[in-house]
């Protein structure tokens, strides 16, 4: 197993992401978890894969969801 943490743009109030890559014999998963805030609420986002990791659609599902919550706080 190994993560590494990814340097995209902070998405919201504040945000983070990180790739879980797990390999097991000839089985591999990787795992794309993002954390993101927008005043009070916390957003988990994960997006898992057989073939490699996907930042960009966590950050397509994360910037419709913050804007949906900015719209909301409004």
């Keep these: 197993m190994n ?23 000839r089985l ?7 954390l993101v805030r927008v005043g009070t609420v916390s957003l988990t ?5 057989h073939d490699g990791y ?3 659609m966590l950050q397509e599902v994360a910037k419709a969801s913050v804007s949906k919550l900015q719209k909301a706080q409004r």
Excluded at 28 to 34: A, D, K, L, P, R
Excluded at 45 to 49: N, R, S, Y
Aim: with cysteine; charged share 10%; proline share 11%.
């Design 28 to 34: 591999s998963e990787c795992v794309t978890i993002g």
């Design 3 to 25: 993560l590494a943490p990814l340097p995209l743009p902070v998405m919201g109030d504040d945000s983070t992401v990180t790739r879980v890559g797990l390999i097991s014999g």
């Design 54 to 56: 996907y930042p960009h």
């Design 45 to 49: 986002i994960t997006v898992f894969a």
